[in-house]
């Protein structure tokens, strides 16, 4: 089966950190770009940040850059997103996609994940 799989999200004060992983399972995920998305209730999905397949190349919305970090490792067919300085505006469901290499940093996506909530809140 083809598929992602996000954990790592829940539930943090104002000023904190997570890391959310993404795990693929069924394909190698070193062949394709990585993007994060989330979606705010009421809102339209955004784009968060993406990595090329090699890693090289990596971009952020400007709403989280400084403050998120987006890696890689294809040894272990994963890809990190560590958000510190978390705020509450930053709250949404955290979805991982994956874009064949052409196709990278974009919304043409052939996997997606099922989605991690983060919730930003005292």
């Known amino acids: 089966q083809l598929q992602l799989v996000e954990s790592g999200g829940g539930l943090v004060q104002p000023g904190g950190s997570l890391t959310l992983s993404c795990a693929a399972s069924g394909f190698t995920l070193a062949n394709y770009g990585v993007s994060w998305f989330r979606q705010a209730p009421g809102k339209e999905r955004e784009g968060v940040s993406c990595?090329?397949?090699?890693?090289?190349?990596?971009s952020y919305a400007d709403s989280v850059k400084g403050r998120f970090t987006i890696s890689r490792d294809n040894a272990k067919n994963t890809v990190s997103l560590q958000m510190n300085s978390l705020k509450p505006e930053d709250t949404a469901i955290y979805y991982c996609?994956?874009?064949?290499?052409?196709?990278?940093?974009?919304?043409?996506?052939?996997?997606w994940g099922q989605g991690t909530q983060v919730t930003v809140s005292s």
């Open positions: 990595i090329s397949s090699s890693g090289r190349s990596t």
């Open positions: 996609a994956a874009s064949l290499p052409q196709y990278y940093c974009s919304d043409d996506v052939k996997y």
